[in-house]
């Protein structure tokens, strides 16, 4: 025990003192502890989310004793010591005290123990080895943690390179805390680790390292932490070589989104960043934006006009839009007032709706088939270049006269 931490509402919540009494009456004082994230952000004044707790009861145990005060448990990770508790539609993630058995770089096996030290000692980082029992009392078993979390140090448990070849992830995750709670100079040991295993990046797979990236690139500035990816080697590792981070870094200025600072790192090639997208087993719709984002058709510029703005708003729609007008803005961020005009307009498009459809087409005469699509087409094209003024009589006219003219 080495420092006390005020109770606060998340702690006293109702549901929560519920899940906790649970716990406790199975397994006696003691026998929960508050763990890991909630504790690290309660500590330095952040808002807590999720709340994790600790326990030497085994997963039945947990089920048991969660049901029996009459809440709901849902074995969602048992196999890895984890039950959810349900009271009151919040989610309660409980999991068993653990030990290390086996590791290989991407995934350990392991076995339950009712020792908080073993627990702590096959964590990542030292803010991350603290627990909080339900009075407010701290638990540091590794040493240096509470310090480290005021601080904002990122220290790994014990050995780095040790603690890194139990899981290579950690070299992301080492980055990813550095960006949302590090402060100074990085630790000179985590680093070291981190530049000379950065090969074990490469052997995770895509989801794993996709969502580390993310959630390091949402921080409110990751800058800090992508320079020294990149000055370890281990940015190269992750998304590949010709990265743009001059780019990236005026972008973060001007957006907190993750997927659009993303976008920014990748070179302007649609191709690379298809294969960068395939690579993380980005989503479907995650590829498509990292891909839009980087493409020039049609044609953007910061000096457009607003009826050019509106026709490429129809063609690529306003997500499209913005991410390159940004790209664009972070490019040239001289063009302050005309990038702010262009991104506004595409806050208020309502995308109209073309007034005319390939019945309109047949009603002329034309047999269906490709020549109904191409009259639409050039239908359409003239309309936009009206910028979407004229009605549906004035559509029909002019479609009529393609019609005549083919």
Known sequence: MSARLQPQPWMTAAPTRAVMAALEAAGGPDCARFVGGCVRDALVGRPVADIDIATPLTPQEVIAAVEAAGLRAVPTGVEHGTVTAIADHRPYEITTLRRDVETDGRRAVVAFTRDWAEDAARRDFRLNALYLDAGGDLHDPVGGGIEDARQGRIVFVGEPEARIREDYLRVLRFFRFFAWYGRGEPDAAALAACAALKAGVAGLSGERISKELLKLLAAPDPRPAVRLMEATGVLAVALGEGLDLALFEATTDLSKDAELRLSALLPPDQQAARSVAQRLRLSNAQRERLVMALGRE???????????????????????????IVRLWAAHPQRDEAARKLLSLAQAWDRPAFPLTGADVMALGVARGPEVGRLLQAAEAWWTGEDFRPGREEALAKLEALAKDR
């Open 298 to 324: 049609p044609p953007l510029t910061l000096d457009m006009s607003e009826a050019e703005a509106r026709r490429a708003l129809y063609r690529i729609g306003v997500q499209v839009f913005a991410d390159r």
